[in-house]
């Protein structure tokens, strides 16, 4: 286990169901770590492996991508587009030495909040369980979301 400290977790959801779970989930009061900067995408095929890896420079401790479930992302195949991505930026990570633990691909559909709250627990404990991002220590934290909105065409 590592050290105890407060991850700060980046979480890049699609607008058309993971958005829609995560503000379920706070109607319904789940209970979920809080420390999670969410960062609304039309589809999780916008994610590409630069911006993982630039939000990781930055210092996130974790990020995790959730877009709709197979077979029902409304730009057909973004989702499984972003899974190959988040899966290469993973042995990325990995080469790096920094985790690829850190990354993780979900599919979230609108109406499964409970999944949301379990997948930023999973992030979470993760996060916490690798220590901070060693990338993270020795420069201020520019905010995940302003980094890709940088990135936005
Ligand atoms: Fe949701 Fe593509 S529209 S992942």
Redesign the pocket.
């Known amino acids: 286990m590592g050290e105890k400290y407060e991850p700060k977790i980046a979480a890049l959801i ?5 958005y829609t779970a995560a503000d379920m989930a706070g109607s319904m009061r789940l209970q979920y770590p809080p420390n999670v900067r969410v960062v609304k ?5 916008k994610v590409d492996v630069i911006y993982l890896l630039e939000i990781f420079k930055a210092g996130a401790d974790a990020v995790m991508v959730s ?2 479930e197979i077979g ?5 195949e ?2 499984l587009r ?1 899974k190959e991505r988040v899966a290469h930026a993973k042995t990325l990570l990995d080469e790096a030495g920094l985790g690829g633990g850190r990354l993780e691909m979900f599919h979230i559909g609108a109406s499964d909040a409970p999944k949301w709250a379990q997948a930023v627990l999973t992030m979470t404990r993760r996060a916490l369980e690798l220590g901070p991002n060693p990338l993270g220590r020795s420069r201020p934290r520019p905010a995940a979301a302003q980094i890709v909105e940088e990135h936005r065409a």
């Open positions: 699609c607008t058309y169901c993971t995408l039309l589809c999780t095929g877009g709709c029902d992302c409304h730009f057909l973004g989702n972003a």
